[in-house]
């Protein structure tokens, strides 16, 4: 019965995803910027990686190149190697993510994000990383 109400709790407070297994990020307390991680995918070779999406940028957007989709509101980085726009046609921002206080700190699978006033910035094991707010953007 513990596990049947736990299980429960978790459904109403831990965003999860279509297989309902729960997702890992955060969003910062204005909550126009929201992070999810992205689990490794053995099969495809992807590395485990963290996906920024901020609502209403401000800033110029990357040349568009190939990307039939939307480009320029999100940012995504491996642990390994450096950080890349995102063409998507979806979003990772969900309102039950939880909020990560100004000057606040999360970490996974050695990634790490930093929560300020001004944006976010994640960093990787390499030292490659973003900083991603809605006036600016910056890869390093």
Same mark, same amino acid.
């Given at each position: 019965?513990? &596990?049947?109400?736990?299980? #429960?709790?978790?459904?109403?407070?831990?965003?999860?995803?279509?297989?309902? =297994?729960? =997702?890992?990020?955060?969003?910062?307390?204005?909550?126009?910027?929201? $992070?999810?991680?992205?689990? %490794?995918?053995?099969?495809?070779?992807?590395?485990?990686?963290?996906? $920024?999406?901020?609502?209403?940028? @401000?800033? @110029?957007?990357? /040349?568009? &190149?190939? $990307?039939?989709?939307?480009?320029?509101? %999100? #940012?995504?980085?491996?642990?390994?190697?450096?950080?890349?726009?995102?063409?998507?046609?979806?979003?990772?921002?969900? /309102?039950? #993510?939880?909020?990560?206080?100004?000057?606040?700190?999360?970490?996974?699978?050695?990634?790490? $994000?930093?929560? %300020? =006033?001004?944006?976010?910035?994640? =960093?990787?094991?390499?030292?490659?990383?973003?900083?991603? %707010?809605?006036?600016?953007?910056?890869?390093?």
């Amino acid at each position: 019965m513990r &596990g049947l109400l736990l299980g #429960l709790w978790l459904s109403l407070f831990v965003p999860a995803d279509a297989q309902g =297994v729960p =997702v890992a990020g955060f969003q910062l307390p204005s909550g126009r910027l929201h $992070c999810q991680a992205q689990p %490794a995918d053995p099969a495809s070779g992807q590395a485990a990686s963290v996906r $920024c999406d901020v609502m209403g940028a @401000r800033f @110029r957007a990357p /040349p568009r &190149g190939d $990307c039939p989709l939307d480009i320029g509101d %999100a #940012l995504a980085l491996p642990a390994t190697g450096r950080a890349t726009w995102v063409c998507h046609g979806d979003t990772v921002a969900d /309102p039950r #993510l939880p909020v990560l206080a100004y000057g606040q700190v999360w970490t996974w699978q050695g990634l790490r $994000c930093s929560s %300020a =006033v001004i944006g976010v910035r994640c =960093v990787n094991r390499d030292g490659h990383g973003f900083e991603l %707010a809605r006036r600016q953007a910056r890869v390093f």
